[in-house]
């Protein structure tokens, strides 16, 4: 396997700039969501494997 060279004048390495604020409440505010919806998924498993062992 071989080396992949970049083209001349093109630079694809890339640097990340630093999230603003406003970025870092939005994504806290998204990851919250998805957490409370997983979690919600987990509680519904639970209580159908417990209510299929009841059965």
Do not use: Y
Request: proline share 4%.
């Amino acid at each position: 396997m071989g080396l992949i060279k970049e083209p001349k004048n093109i630079d694809l390495s890339g640097k990340s700039e630093p999230w603003t604020a406003e970025e870092l409440l939005d994504f806290r505010k998204i990851m919250q969501e998805i957490k409370a919806k997983n979690a919600k998924r987990k509680e519904k498993t639970l209580r159908l494997k417990i209510d299929t062992h009841q059965a």
